[in-house]
């Protein structure tokens, strides 16, 4: 069956602009995360929802950043007035349950490049 | 708060070799640990994790890992590295504090194979 999806794969915006960024999860997945990588770095966490219900946020890091999964599926991360430290990898992961025994399954991630 | 150490930025090992990968994490009971791989372009796979049980894992791709509770410290091994295992590695420990299910990574270790 298909993975976890993210779009686009890349995205360049001028500073100040906003952008939305994608998550289509595997299907019938529950939760699901989304993780920021900076160069150089590991993944850190920014949000998890449970269904449409974002159950953690304390990982964002700023109130530029807000996300949503308003029907439990798709989901979007959005960076409003981005600036150059927004500058990332953002990845994206779904899980059958919450849980730790259940396997986080990654997408691909979108570079996000803010000049 | 729980934390992972990566010590090695970058390891090159020829083809063949045998592979260390050491993870040092800070937790106070048991934790959950695990180490994904990361290809260039490609989101996170998850190699192998830790729950409890017997300490050492076997994983995917001829990976296993050893639990010591002692060292604080759950090394990657594998006996033969192939060239196609070129990729960063990172291990990630549960975060107890945070929602269900997120990951606290370290920084990553490249790895190189030479022919």
């Known amino acids: 069956g298909a993975g976890v999806s993210q779009s686009p794969r890349y995205k360049v915006a001028k500073r100040g602009q906003d952008v939305a960024l994608r998550c289509d999860p595997i299907s019938g997945h529950v939760s699901l995360f989304w993780y920021q990588q900076a160069l150089g770095q590991g993944p850190e966490f920014l949000t998890y929802?449970?269904?449409?219900?974002?159950?953690?946020k304390s990982g964002l890091p700023s109130d530029r950043f807000f996300a949503e999964r308003p029907e439990g599926s798709v989901s979007t991360l959005k960076i409003q007035r981005t600036q150059q430290e927004d500058s990332a990898v953002y990845l994206c992961?779904?899980?059958?349950?919450?849980?730790?025994?259940?396997?986080?399954?990654f997408g691909p991630g979108t570079r996000l490049t803010v000049t | 708060a729980q934390s992972v150490t990566q010590p090695d930025i970058h390891i090159t090992v020829s083809e063949g070799a045998s592979l260390e990968l050491r993870c040092n994490y800070s937790y106070g009971a048991t934790p959950y640990l695990f180490w994904y791989v990361q290809s260039p372009g490609q989101g996170l796979q998850l190699l192998l994790k830790?729950?409890?049980?017997?300490?050492l894992v076997q994983g995917i791709k001829g990976f296993e890992a050893e639990f010591k509770r002692s060292q604080s410290s759950f090394n990657l091994r594998k006996p033969s590295v192939h060239w196609s295992d070129a990729a960063e590695y990172f291990c990630a420990v549960g975060d107890y504090g945070g929602s269900q299910g997120n990951l606290i990574f370290g920084k990553g270790t490249k790895l190189s194979v030479k022919p």
């Open positions: 929802f449970q269904n449409e219900a974002q159950l953690d």
């Open positions: 992961a779904s899980s059958l349950t919450g849980a730790f025994s259940y396997e986080q399954y």
């Open positions: 830790y729950f409890s049980g017997d300490t």
